[in-house]
């Protein structure tokens, strides 16, 4: 089947030959083909990245047809349990299967949409000041490498291929399985508030570092923050689950939310301490310049980590994103945006527009080249290479 399109049908790929896979041994033949015939290997999740990772005139490979939670491990403890997942699992069906075993991720991104291969590859997070990306939760990875053979990695096995292969874009092979560090269930309640940016922004650190998630959306047009803090509870669920801002339920009930209307982003990972001076820039260009953006402003904080590309490697950081919707044109606006958001040292996410060259990325990220050299151990021919990750190579 020729033709695939992401989420907002912003990024296409018209000549794409689509395979969709129905098991391992499925992938590792639809990879050893493609490699065999020269052509490039990109993987699709659920489509939800903005920025072109996947489109290629080649192979799309579609993994959603392997799916589902394999088991949990809580030999260790129920503290240190892990659970094996295939790669195509989406974070949405993982939920209940994971907290019917008594465990839950320990963070989510706004969404549950996204596969967990996906979501990782490029670093998805949510909000949480001591809570890092999907993508720290990775304590294993199966990968079917370009001659369709399958290579396992993780901190004891193939380490460094296993840190880099973490936030891994697609590069290093088809992630089958992926084992995860999960933690016990918890139930969470949520509280919000709308408030004018002025009155909140004294606020911010305080409820930042007080609770276990902070986060807020800034409207240009009315000048109004809707502030959402999310806690562990021991307050029974409440069902109907209610609006965005007061339910409380079971953390896969509560984390993801609807997100219907069709946009392009930007997002961009800063330094914590000088997030509110780049968000205030961010909202000078829009009470001055771009009048007529009425999408909002989402701030949000991640820990530091080790993941070697990940937006917030070896620092705590605020994420600040910037929404167009996909029938206007985004680029004046997130030209703009991100001419602060490098003025702020800012690094991109991974899965969101951003004109980063490869230049900008190596600057950006310390572990670029190692990244590069353990990638290349496991596709030196570059079968999982599309243009956009070739132009990056530095
Ligand atoms: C409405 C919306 C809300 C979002 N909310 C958030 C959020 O809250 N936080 C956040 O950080 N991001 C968010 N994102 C961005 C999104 O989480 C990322 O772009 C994520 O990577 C999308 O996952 P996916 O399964 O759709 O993967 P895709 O977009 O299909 O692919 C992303 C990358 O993963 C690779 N990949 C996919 N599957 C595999 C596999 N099995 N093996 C190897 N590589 C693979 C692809 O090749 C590609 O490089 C949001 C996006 C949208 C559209």
Known sequence: MAGWSNWSGRSRSERATVRFARSVDD????????????????????????????????????????????DVDTSDGIDRATARVYGGTTIAALGRPLHDAGVALANQGDIDRQTIAGATATGTHGTGWSLGSLSTAVRGLTIVDATGQLI????????????????????FGVVVELELAVVPAFRLAESSITTTYDELRPEIDRLVRSHRHAE????????????????????????????????????????????????????????????????????ELLTTEFTDVRMPIEYRTVAADDVWLSPAYE????????????????????????????????????????????????????????????????????????????????
């Open 315 to 394: 620092r705590s950081t605020a994420t600040i994103s910037v929404h167009r919707l996909i029938e206007f044109d985004d680029r004046p606006y997130f030209d703009a945006c991100e001419r602060v958001f490098r003025r702020y040292g800012g690094r991109p996410h991974w899965g969101k527009m951003h004109s980063f060259t490869g230049d900008d990325l190596a600057a950006a990220h310390p572990r670029w080249d190692a990244w590069w050299a353990q990638r290349d151990t496991v596709d030196p021919t570059g079968t999982f290479l599309n243009d956009a990750l070739r132009a990056w190579r530095t």
């Open 27 to 70: 992938v590792a033949a639809i990879v050893a083909e493609a490699t065999g015939q020269g052509r490039c290997v990109r993987v699709a999740g659920a489509g939800h990245s903005h920025f072109p990772l996947v489109p290629t005139d080649d192979v799309i490979l579609d993994v959603s047809g392997i799916t589902g939670l394999i």
């Open 152 to 171: 396992r990695c993780s901190p004891d096995d193939r380490s460094e291929l296993w840190r880099a292969a973490r936030l891994g874009l697609g590069a």
């Open 216 to 283: 807020f959306f800034w409207s240009p047009r009315s000048d109004l923050a809707f502030v959402k803090t999310i806690d562990v509870t021991d307050e029974p669920a409440r069902y109907p689950l209610g609006d965005e801002g007061s339910r409380v339920a079971w953390n896969y009930e509560v984390l993801p939310n609807h997100r219907p209307r069709l946009h392009t982003e930007m997002e961009f990972a800063v330094p914590y301490e000088s997030s509110l001076d780049c968000l205030d820039e961010i909202r």
